[in-house]
Nanobody, 133 residues
Framework: QVQLVESGGGLVQPGGSLRLSCAAS????????IGWFRQAPGKEREGISC????????YYEDSVKGRFTISRDNANNTMFLQMNSLKTEDTAVYYC??????????????????????????WGKGTLVTVSS
């Protein structure tokens, strides 16, 4: 069964760090572009970081650029989001997602996943990150 399962969320103080993991099963993560998305209550889903499977090119939303890092470990079928210098506005449910088709650019990949869940092939159920003192 195809699954993406996020972990690593929780409560963290502003300025703190978290590392989110996304374990893939039922398919080979190595064959897919990857992305991290988030959604807070009452807000639209936003693609915060995506990575091309072909050349490793990355995209970061301006709000997280310089603070978050997307990575992957294909051997262990896992993707990660390192989150540093967390802010209260980072509070959201974070989702991992993958896409198996050719894309024009990695920014477009994140944009597509933002517009519609169907823009990505598989989604995790999410993990809640709460940044609060």
């Amino acid at each position: 069964q195809v699954q993406l399962v996020e972990s690593g969320g929780g409560l963290v103080q502003p300025g703190g760090s978290l590392r989110l993991s996304c374990a893939a099963s039922g398919f080979a993560l190595a064959g897919f572009h990857i992305g991290w998305f988030r959604q807070a209550p009452g807000k639209e889903r936003e693609g915060i970081s995506c990575m091309s499977v072909s050349d490793g090119t990355t995209y970061y939303e301006d709000s997280v650029k310089g603070r978050f890092t997307i990575s992957r470990d294909n051997a262990n079928n896992t993707m990660f989001l390192q989150m540093n210098s967390l802010k209260t506005e980072d509070t959201a449910v974070y989702y991992c997602a993958v896409h198996g088709s050719r894309v024009r650019n990695v920014r477009g990949l994140c944009q597509m996943g933002t517009r519609t869940r169907g823009g990505m092939d598989y989604w995790g159920k999410g993990t809640l990150v709460t940044v609060s003192s």
